[in-house]
């Protein structure tokens, strides 16, 4: 495909620049790690090599708090070149340095009794000098931490530094502390479940003594019930009906799957990777996909951020780090190169030859305009037909990391959600005022992902404090409202460090938001070292009943809406082993991992795909087919857990689900 600027989109051009072609995307990322002007780095967004002690944080309550072993963070893109030392130099660097990546060091620092004179300094110490500010900072962590202090070199440095904002560690814990969690199951989140709004409910069952799926498919085949009654069986069949871990089918790709969803029909199926290139899958047959289309991002960065399809859909809207948006058309018969729009207006700033990264993308229901969340804090409405945007404004704190309309069918109310841990909701036919119309606050850190029911009023989203919220319009805080309680203040300051990307989230750091005006919170996943996403699940293959999540553990979450676990599907375990180890033996050394980023549940049918990173450092990818089972023996054909390169053809290089080379069956004697 040609890498030339491209023009004309779904109805007009747009002026491109784009990475030469010899440039190498080390020399790339080292050269553009942020955007001036935009008051920070977007890098968090990124997949980089970690740092030991960047996610280091000293914490006294670490005594008492669980502590869970993780080489996850170990990610080093130089690991080929590692010198592996003998065990002796490793016995002796261990005297020196702690498990988390921290300088351990032992610093004593002699303190005279009250009333005592010290004959060596006659002078009249200063209390507001720079060293004793200094001293009295390091006792202070002595004596909160039982006189060993573990510090990172950022809190190393940070305690040097003569700045008043200065990191110190939290209070002391009390031993067996356990944080205020939201209550489960959530009695809001039953009501709603109760309500009908979010699926059928049969009252005269309680949970203990639900009926059987076969019992409900006799109840169908016998006609029994009146018509209400009938409907509603056929409703709660399709609840019952969770797709389970054994995947049908394994797609396998060179690099990390960023995102992968079906059209609302379910005929189509598109898969977004790190390198740039977007995979279209007609999937008319849920169970039989086939690949007809390829087509890349001639100028991105890092990688792809977000896709969207047309209401329509003829035409998939595509992102990456830059302020332009690619368009290909979904027609299997047209092969032209994708069509752009620069959503910055041809407004370069100087010094940078694109304006803003962006890191979610999304259609109105009516096809007509396009919104944005980018790196610049800002979110834009872009009128594609008349190729210009309608309002660029910087409505957050931070990075706008996910944007989405409230109602599918109506171009005005949308929401943004950022790292400067808000929702923000907003009027395209009031945004001239650049004021937003409502806000939502709970989160403690920032968010990740948000998606709308598309009814108008439920909205959902997955934030960096390990949570997911449910929303309700009617119940935004006003801009006044905001103001008047400060409602922000609670996630402007905090008492200690946390990097999504490197970091572990422990439970000590949770707090709740004294402003919160979330339903219901959904916990148990993790949403660690990239922008991981939610959804509500369709109205035709499950009834409306559930929200799910990927997750940085490899599992996929299925939540009831009073927050208790309908399922976890087991990615990671279903993945691992399925390729030929193409590592050095170093790597081969590392751990398995499998982090779950995006999943689609096909609207009409019991299935669903998670798009996944793979590999002892996650540099390869996944979409994994699960579908409904009642058990793992699967008498049809082809057989269940093959594996398929990114063109769902067999690969000598691949394995399926069993460790057998090949695409046998479970009976060994059927190909794909």
Request: net charge negative.
């Amino acid at each position: 495909m040609s890498s030339s600027p491209i023009t004309q989109p779904p109805g007009a051009p747009g002026t491109t620049a784009t990475r030469g072609d010899n440039e190498s995307d080390a020399a790339f990322e080292s050269s553009h790690e942020s955007l001036p002007g935009t008051g920070g780095s977007y890098a968090e967004h990124q997949d980089q090599g970690d740092s030991d002690d960047d996610g280091y944080v000293y914490h006294p309550a670490q005594e008492h708090a669980e502590v869970t072993g993780n080489d996850d963070n170990d990610e080093d893109d130089d690991y080929d070149d590692e010198v592996e030392h003998d065990d002796e130099d490793d016995e002796d660097d261990q005297d020196y340095f702690d498990g988390s990546g921290g300088l351990e060091f032992e610093l004593v620092i002699d303190e005279l009794a009250p009333g005592a004179h010290d004959d060596e300094d006659d002078d009249d110490d200063d209390p507001n000098e720079p060293g004793n500010a200094l001293q009295r900072r390091i006792l202070q962590i002595i004596r909160g931490g039982g006189g060993r202090a573990h510090l990172g070199s950022q809190q190393l440095l940070a305690l040097i530094d003569d700045d008043d904002d200065y990191w110190e560690p939290p209070r002391r814990m009390r031993p067996g502390y356990v944080p205020a969690f939201p209550k489960v199951p959530s009695e809001q989140g039953r009501k709603l479940m109760e309500s009908g709004v979010f699926g059928a409910f049969d009252l005269r069952e309680p949970d203990s003594k639900k009926k059987r799926l076969t019992r409900r498919l006799l109840d169908r085949e016998l006609g029994l019930g009146d018509r209400t009654e009938q409907k509603t069986n056929l409703a709660l069949m399709a609840q019952q009906m969770i797709p389970s871990s054994k995947p049908e089918v394994v797609i396998h790709y060179d690099d990390p799957v960023c995102c992968g969803q079906f059209s609302d029909d379910g005929n189509f199926f598109y898969a977004c990777g790190k390198d740039f290139k977007v995979r279209m899958y007609d999937t008319s047959n849920p169970y039989n996909w086939t690949h007809y289309k390829t087509v890349r991002y001639p100028f991105g960065q890092w990688t792809l951020t977000d896709a969207d399809l047309s209401p329509d859909n003829k035409w998939l809207a595509y992102t990456s780090l830059t302020s332009q948006v690619c368009f290909a058309p979904t027609d299997p018969n047209d092969t032209g190169d994708p069509y752009t729009l620069d959503l910055a207006g041809g407004m370069v700033r100087q010094g940078w030859r694109d304006a803003f990264p962006i890191f979610s993308i999304r259609f109105s229901g009516d096809g007509r305009t396009l919104v944005a969340g980018t790196g610049a804090d800002s979110i834009v409405v872009y009128d594609i037909e008349r190729r210009e945007p309608l309002y660029n404004v910087e409505g957050h704190d931070n990075d706008v990391n996910a944007v989405c309309f409230a109602d599918k069918q109506s171009p005005h109310i949308l929401y943004s959600g950022s790292d400067d841990c808000t929702i923000k909701v907003w009027d395209t036919r009031s945004m001239s005022s650049r004021r937003e119309a409502g806000a939502f606050v709970g989160h403690m850190e920032g968010l990740t992902y948000i998606d709308s029911k598309g009814d108008g009023r439920y909205i959902l989203s997955n934030g960096k404090d390990q949570s997911m919220k449910l929303w309700d319009l009617r119940m935004a805080m006003t801009t006044a409202d905001v103001e008047r309680l400060d409602a922000t203040k609670p996630t402007a300051r905090r008492r200690y460090q946390y990097d999504y990307r490197f970091a572990e989230y422990h439970d000590y750091m949770w707090q709740p938001h004294p402003h919160d005006n979330s339903l219901v919170t959904f916990r148990g996943h993790k949403v660690q070292r990239t922008l991981i996403r939610c959804h509500f699940s369709p109205p035709g293959s499950t009834n409306s009943r559930y929200v799910y999540s990927g997750s940085y553990d490899g599992f996929v979450y299925v939540w009831n809406l009073d927050a208790t676990i309908a399922a976890k599907i087991d990615v990671k375990s279903v993945t691992e082993g399925l390729r030929i180890p193409g590592y050095t033996p170093a790597a081969r050394r590392r751990e398995w991992m499998t982090l779950v980023r995006d999943v689609g549940w096909h609207p009409n049918a019991p299935l669903l795909v998670a798009s996944s990173w793979n590999g002892p450092t996650m540099n390869a990818g996944t979409a994994t087919l699960h579908s409904y089972n009642e058990n793992d023996v699967d008498e049809a054909e082809p057989g269940m857990g093959l594996s398929v390169n990114e063109k769902v053809q067999p690969d000598e290089g691949l394995f399926n689900w069993r460790g057998l080379r090949g695409f046998m069956d479970d009976d060994d004697d059927d190909f794909f």
